[in-house]
């Protein structure tokens, strides 16, 4: 996102902080923007009495077309653009404007040459509240491990003991590093594979690797066999798959089964993997299966014969360490999903079917594999009571639903309380939609009242005869809880005339 002036800035860290710190990425095209960005965060945290603040900001080569000068990208010269914004950080770090209060990540899209680093590194040395690249692995490990979600744990086999004798990581995705970086992407110098987040972590382990399979392809047969018969004496494997940014994205020279031009026609593993674990089931050792994917996979068989599901997506380049430590329980998994996870390409309406009948969890009957919201803790939540403070409002009235949340397990884990919205008076309305989502962080036991502020607009309907978005007078349901699963939901009626 381009911001013009400190307001704007200021009004994005208010909603990360409301949110969780779901934090932005900020894009910066001069000084004046880059000294607001900075100027901006610091004042938020100083009011908010926040440490530490956290700041991406963003140079592009995205807004070369754009007139406004003189800026970094309208040079059309990277180089020349990246040596711009690097002189004018040091200009504000000399003017004071690097506040020690501020933890500044540069994202810097086409770094991808050394001569380009050794720019940073020799320019911004100085500077220790800086950060880039490799030198932003930590803070990068920390915005990946809120992204990532555990879909299954049977028998609560995750979080893994360190201690395990031995561990088999098998799959293709395992020691794949340009995977990690999805599509649209810069180029770090340092990527930490899952396989070396998970030989990092496991020190005391002894680790078998064998990738066993491709991402697609024919299955062979003697392949799958020495792969098996190399790790079936494991205590454990660890299956790292899915598919990659090499199958799916944009007008892509790809054509396997189920993928064709980047393009999916079928949501299903591709078979040479699903055969692969199908091998690795009949050792008889748990299977923890580490899913690595940018779009909705149809986990059935999965989900039926893996002892634990972890979602990795495409991580970048802390991918490693973050998913070692939600194996391991470093960190406790607070992931919720952002899609539809359906069954089968069969509950996906026909592409040229234009209706919303039947899509996402806002038009869908039928249940899908896993929920949009929906997401595994180590700890186990429990929402006590509600209340709406008034039952009936005004079309131009605000309300406040307050929600209290209970950490009833034994570990500190984060929840995300989300508040959707029926309105049956307007039958072209969603079965349900999205108003509200909160992130807190819940000690063992602990109760604490989360409180949502709902405007009007929350409750607009579309008038097809005046063209404008208007409140209806009715009845209202607002339903709360975990994910948009309606037995997650508990439900409070609000009545506006």
């Not at 009004?11 to 607001?36: F, H």
Request: aromatic residues 10%; charged residues 25%; contains cysteine.
């Amino acid at each position: 996102m381009i911001v013009k002036n400190v307001t704007e800035v200021r009004a994005l860290y208010k909603e990360a902080y409301d949110n969780g710190w779901v934090l932005p990425c900020i894009c910066t095209e001069n000084l004046t923007t880059t000294e607001a960005i900075l100027s901006a965060a610091h004042d938020f945290g100083k009011e908010k009495g926040i440490k530490n603040i956290p700041i991406i900001i963003a140079i592009t080569c995205n807004y070369s077309h754009r007139a406004q000068a003189p800026n970094y990208t309208h040079t059309r010269d990277y180089k020349t653009g990246l040596k711009l914004f690097v002189n004018d950080i040091k200009a504000l770090a000399d003017k004071g404007c690097i506040y020690e209060d501020l933890q500044v990540m540069l994202h810097l899209d086409h770094i991808q040459f050394d001569d380009d680093l050794e720019l940073l590194n020799s320019d911004l040395a100085n500077y220790s509240s800086i950060m880039y690249d490799a030198s932003a692995l930590p803070f990068s490990e920390n915005i990946k491990k809120t992204a990532e979600f555990v879909l299954k744990n049977k028998d609560n086999i995750l979080p893994l003991n360190k201690n395990i004798k031995t561990i088999a990581v098998v799959g293709p995705n395992a020691n794949d590093s340009t995977m990690l970086w999805a599509n649209y992407n810069g180029f770090p110098s340092k990527t930490i594979t899952i396989l070396q987040g998970i030989k990092n972590k496991a020190t005391h382990t002894k680790i078998i690797y064998e990738k066993g399979c491709d991402h697609v392809g024919d299955v062979n047969i003697n392949n799958q066999s020495v792969a098996v018969s190399k790790v079936k004496d494991a205590d454990l494997i660890i299956f790292v798959g899915g598919i990659s940014p090499r199958l799916e994205g944009e007008e892509m020279p790809v054509a396997y089964e189920g993928f064709k031009g980047g393009d999916r026609t079928n949501i299903e593993l591709p078979n040479v993997q699903k055969e692969m674990i199908k091998a690795l089931k009949k050792t008889g050792k748990p299977i923890v299966y580490v899913v690595c994917t940018g779009s909705a996979l149809a986990l059935n068989w999965e989900q039926e014969n893996a002892n634990a599901i972890v979602n990795a997506w495409y991580g970048g380049q802390a991918a490693g360490t973050a998913v070692a430590d939600i194996l391991f329980g470093d960190y406790n998994p607070a992931g919720r999903l952002p899609v539809t996870f359906y069954k089968s390409i069969d509950q996906v309406p026909d592409f040229e079917d234009y209706s919303m009948k039947g899509r996402t969890y806002r038009y869908m009957t039928k249940e899908p594999l896993y929920p949009f919201g929906f997401g595994l803790s180590y700890t186990n939540f429990d929402y006590k009571t509600a209340s709406i403070s008034k039952p009936i409002i005004g079309k131009d009235e605000k309300v406040t639903l307050s929600v209290e949340v209970k950490n009833g397990g034994k570990r500190v884990g984060d929840e995300v309380i989300q508040v959707y919205l029926r309105n049956p008076n307007d039958p072209g309305a969603p079965i349900k939609a999205l108003i509200g989502f909160k992130r807190v962080s819940l000690k063992p036991g602990e109760l604490q009242k989360v409180s949502f502020v709902l405007e009007p607009k929350m409750f607009y309907s579309f008038n097809d005869n005046t063209q404008k978005q208007e409140v209806l007078a009715g009845k209202y349901e607002l339903m709360y809880g975990g994910s948009s699963a309606d037995k997650s939901l508990q439900k409070i009626e609000l009545t506006i005339n």
